[in-house]
C-alpha cells in the first residue's frame, strides 16, 4: 500500500482535477445559468464506477451522478470504447430531471476502463411545452421536454453530427445549448488530459489502490462519526405547499433509525405521487438523502462513494419519493428534494442536536422569455437574483441571500449589471429583506428584496416553479420561522401576486416583477441572542425594533 503522503496527494490532485473541470465551464459555456449562476457540478469516476472526487458546487446533482454511469454501463454492455463520449438527462434512465444534462466521457489506459468524467449542467432551455424547462401544467414527464436516454454522442472519437443535431433542434435557443455542450465536453477533455498524465506519473495500478484507500478512508471517518451520535429511531416530516394541480400540503415523512456507526433512511411513509411535476425521480430521491447527510457529518470528510456507504435508503413505489413512470418530475431537484433533505435533518436533530441546522429558503424561480429589442434577439432569462436565506445553526448565523438548500451556496446570482447588458432588464432595488430572517439565539439569513423592470418592446411571458408560501423555513429548538415569499408583477398599476407555478403569465414591456424572498429559520431561544448581535442587525437593517425585541433586544 503507498504511503500516507502519496495517498495524500493523490486525492488532492484529483479533487484539483474536478475543480479545473469546473474553471472550464465557467470560462466556455454560454448561457447565464451556467457562466454565471454556477448551475453545473464535475466528478470523477474510476472504471468501476464509484464516485471518486467532485467539486463544491451543486450537492443534489453529484448524489445522482452514480445513477447516470450505472445507466450507460447497463446500456452499453462490452461496447464502451475509447474516444466514446456518452449523454443523458432521463430521470427514469439516470438522470434526475430533464434540465440537467450529463456528459460521461470513458478514460481508457490502453485497454483498460480507469476513469469516468462526467459533467451535469442545467440547460436554460430543454424544449418541451414552455421555456426554461420547468413546466408547472405538466401531468406527464413527455409535456416536459426532450428525454435523452443513454446515447453515444461521440464514437470511437466521431461526433456522432445526426443525434447532435437532433438534440439541438428540440430546444429553443439552439446556438446557447450547442455552446454549453461544447463547454461540457470541453471539460471532460481537459480532465481526460490531467488524468492520462496522472497515470504517468504514478501508474494505473498505484491510482487503482490509492482509489480504494480513499474511500475506505472517507468510509471511517464517516462511521466514526455517527458513531458519537445518538443510538435510536427518530421522524421528520417536511411539506410542499402544493403540485400546481389541487394537491395541497404534500408530505415528505422520513424514519431514520441510527445503530452504531450507520443509517437506515426509510421515506416509505411519504405522500403518494401526484399529477403535478415536484415527484422526486429516485436518483434524485437518494441524491437528497446522501446531501442532507453529508451537511451533518465534519466538513472536513471528502465526499465520496465511501462516504455514502453507511447510509441505506428505502422508499416505496408509487410515492412522491419514487414515482410509477411517465410522472412529471421536472421541479424535483428542488422540490421536493429539499423537503427530502429537511425531513432528513428534522429527524436527525433528535440524534445530533449539535449538527443540525434550521429551515433554509425555498426556492422560488421566474423565466421570462421576449425578444431584446437592442438585438432583435430571443432570450430565456432566470432570476436568479433576491435568493432566499438560509438557516441558522448551533454555528451561528444563516447566510444571507444564499438560495435553497439543495445548491448549499453553490449558484450564485451573478452581476447586475452584466445581468443588463445581457437582457432587457432594469434593476430599481436589490438588498435585503428586513425581518425576514426567522429570530432566535442565532438568526435565520436574511432573504432580498427585487423591483426589475422588464423593457422588451413587446409582450414577453413568464413562468415559475417553486415553493414556500405556505409553508415558511422551519426553525429550531425555540427558534422561530422565517418569512415566507412574496412575489408580484405589476402590470399598469396593477397588481397580480404570483403563484409558485404558474405557466403562460403575460409580461407587458415596463412592467415590474417584485420580488420578496423568504429568510431562513432561527435556531435557539430569542431571549438567549448575544444584545450586540441584535444592535448589529438593527444598525444594518437586517431587522426593525418591533422584530429585534422578539430577542430580548
Not at 355 to 375: E, N, Q
Request: with cysteine; proline share 5%.
Amino acid at each position: 500500500m503507498p504511503d500516507r503522503i502519496t495517498v495524500s496527494v493523490i486525492q488532492h490532485r484529483l479533487v484539483g482535477i474536478v475543480q479545473e473541470m469546473g474553471e472550464v465551464m465557467l470560462r466556455t459555456a454560454y448561457s447565464q445559468i451556467l457562466n454565471s449562476s454556477r448551475d453545473f457540478s464535475t466528478s470523477v469516476f474510476d472504471g468501476q464506477g464509484r464516485l471518486v472526487a467532485q467539486a463544491e458546487h451543486v450537492p443534489i446533482h453529484v448524489g445522482a451522478l452514480p445513477a447516470a454511469v450505472e445507466a450507460v454501463r447497463s446500456a452499453f454492455p462490452g461496447s464502451i470504447d475509447p474516444g466514446d463520449l456518452f449523454i443523458l438527462n432521463d430521470p427514469y434512465h439516470g438522470g434526475s430531471h430533464l434540465p440537467d444534462v450529463t456528459i460521461l466521457r470513458p478514460i481508457f489506459v490502453g485497454t483498460k476502463l480507469a476513469f469516468w468524467a462526467v459533467t451535469r449542467a442545467h440547460q436554460a432551455d430543454i424544449g418541451g411545452a414552455t421555456h426554461g424547462g420547468y413546466n408547472a401544467a405538466a401531468t406527464e414527464i413527455w409535456q416536459e421536454g426532450l428525454r435523452i436516454t443513454p446515447l453515444k454522442l461521440r464514437q470511437r472519437g466521431e461526433i456522432r453530427n445526426d443525434i447532435l443535431h437532433f438534440i439541438a433542434a428540440n430546444v429553443r435557443h439552439e446556438r446557447d445549448f450547442i455552446g454549453d455542450l461544447d463547454a461540457m465536453i470541453g471539460s471532460t477533455n481537459v480532465a481526460e488530459r490531467r488524468l492520462l498524465r496522472f497515470v504517468d506519473e504514478y501508474g494505473v495500478d498505484t491510482i487503482t489502490e490509492v482509489i480504494g484507500e480513499i474511500l475506505a478512508s472517507a468510509e471511517r471517518r464517516t462511521r466514526a462519526c455517527i458513531a458519537t451520535w445518538r443510538d435510536g429511531v427518530f421522524y421528520g416530516e417536511s411539506a410542499l405547499d402544493d403540485d400546481g394541480h389541487g394537491a395541497v400540503d404534500i408530505h415528505v415523512r422520513a424514519k431514520v433509525t441510527k445503530e452504531g456507526d450507520h443509517l437506515v433512511v426509510d421515506l416509505s411513509e411519504s405522500d403518494p405521487q401526484v399529477k403535478g411535476f415536484i415527484n422526486s425521480s429516485y436518483p434524485n430521491t437518494i441524491s437528497a438523502v446522501h446531501m442532507a447527510f453529508s451537511y451533518l457529518i465534519d466538513p472536513d470528510v471528502p465526499k465520496n462513494e465511501g462516504t455514502f456507504r453507511p447510509v441505506a435508503v428505502k422508499a416505496k413505489p408509487g410515492t412522491v419519493v419514487w414515482p410509477h413512470a411517465p410522472a412529471a418530475v421536472a421541479n424535483c431537484t428542488t422540490h421536493c428534494g429539499q423537503e427530502i433533505a429537511e425531513a432528513v435533518v428534522k429527524a436527525l436533530s433528535q440524534s445530533c442536536l449539535d449538527r443540525v441546522f434550521a429551515g433554509w429558503s425555498k426556492r422560488f424561480r421566474t423565466a421570462i422569455r421576449g425578444v431584446d429589442p437592442r438585438t432583435s434577439h430571443p432570450f430565456i432569462w432566470h432570476i436568479f437574483h433576491a435568493r432566499g436565506g438560509g438557516g441558522a445553526s448551533p454555528a451561528g448565523d444563516g447566510w444571507a441571500l444564499v438560495g435553497g438548500l439543495i445548491t448549499g451556496g453553490g449558484v450564485r446570482f451573478g452581476s447586475v449589471e452584466v445581468s443588463e447588458v445581457r437582457a432587457p432588464l432594469f434593476f430599481k432595488r436589490h438588498e435585503f429583506r428586513a425581518d425576514s430572517g426567522g429570530v432566535g439565539q442565532f438568526r435565520g439569513g436574511t432573504g432580498g428584496v427585487l423591483e426589475l423592470r422588464i423593457e422588451t418592446a413587446e409582450p414577453a411571458v413568464a413562468n415559475t416553479a417553486g415553493d414556500g408560501v405556505r409553508h415558511a423555513p422551519y426553525g429550531l429548538f425555540g427558534g422561530e420561522p422565517g418569512a415566507t415569499h412574496y412575489n408580484r408583477l405589476i402590470s399598469k398599476g396593477e397588481t397580480r401576486v404570483l403563484k409558485t407555478k404558474e405557466v403562460g403569465i403575460p409580461v407587458q414591456p415596463g412592467d415590474w416583477l417584485i420580488v420578496e424572498s423568504s429568510g431562513g429559520g432561527g435556531y435557539g431561544d430569542p431571549a438567549q441572542r448575544d444584545p450586540r448581535l441584535v444592535e448589529a442587525d438593527l444598525r444594518d437593517g437586517l431587522v426593525t425594533r418591533g422584530a429585534s425585541g422578539r430577542t430580548g433586544g
